[in-house]
Nanobody
Framework: QVQLVESGGGTVQAGGSLRLSCAASGNTDSDLCMAWFRQAPGKEREGVAGIEGGGSHLYAPFVKGRFTISRDNVKNTLYLQMNSLKPEDTAIYYC??????????????????WGQGTQVTVSS
C-alpha cells in the first residue's frame, strides 16, 4: 500500500505561482511512475504531468512551459511547480502513483494509488 497526501493548493491571481507537494509513504518505490492529474467541476479528470522511473518528464500540452514536475527521492515527495497560472487551471489537483516505471498521463486507470486532492483556484 502507498499513501499519498497533497498540499500546497490555494487561491492565486492569474499570472501567479503555486507549488504543490505530494508526500508518499508506505511501500514506495522511487523507480516507479508518479503523476499529477486535475479535475475541474463538470469535467473529466485529466493528466497534467508525469515523471517516469528513469527521470523522463511528460506534460500535457496545455501546461508545457508553465508547469514543472519533480521528485525528491530522499523525502519521498513529488512536486508540481506551477507558474503563469490561468483561470482555466482552476481544479482539484491529485497526485497518483503507478506500479510501472513508464508513465501515460492520458490513462488514469493505470495508476494504483491516489491522494485526496488539493484545490487550486486562479482568479482573473
Amino acid at each position: 500500500q502507498v499513501q499519498l497526501v497533497e498540499s500546497g493548493g490555494g487561491t492565486v491571481q492569474a499570472g501567479g505561482s503555486l507549488r504543490l507537494s505530494c508526500a508518499a509513504s508506505g511501500n514506495t518505490d522511487s523507480d516507479l511512475c508518479m503523476a499529477w492529474f486535475r479535475q475541474a467541476p463538470g469535467k473529466e479528470r485529466e493528466g497534467v504531468a508525469g515523471i517516469e522511473g528513469g527521470g523522463s518528464h511528460l506534460y500535457a500540452p496545455f501546461v508545457k512551459g508553465r508547469f514543472t514536475i519533480s521528485r525528491d527521492n530522499v523525502k519521498n515527495t513529488l512536486y508540481l511547480q506551477m507558474n503563469s497560472l490561468k483561470p482555466e487551471d482552476t481544479a482539484i489537483y491529485y497526485c497518483a502513483s503507478a506500479s510501472v516505471r513508464w508513465c501515460e498521463i492520458t490513462t488514469p486507470g493505470m495508476y494504483n494509488y491516489w491522494g485526496q486532492g488539493t484545490q487550486v483556484t486562479v482568479s482573473s
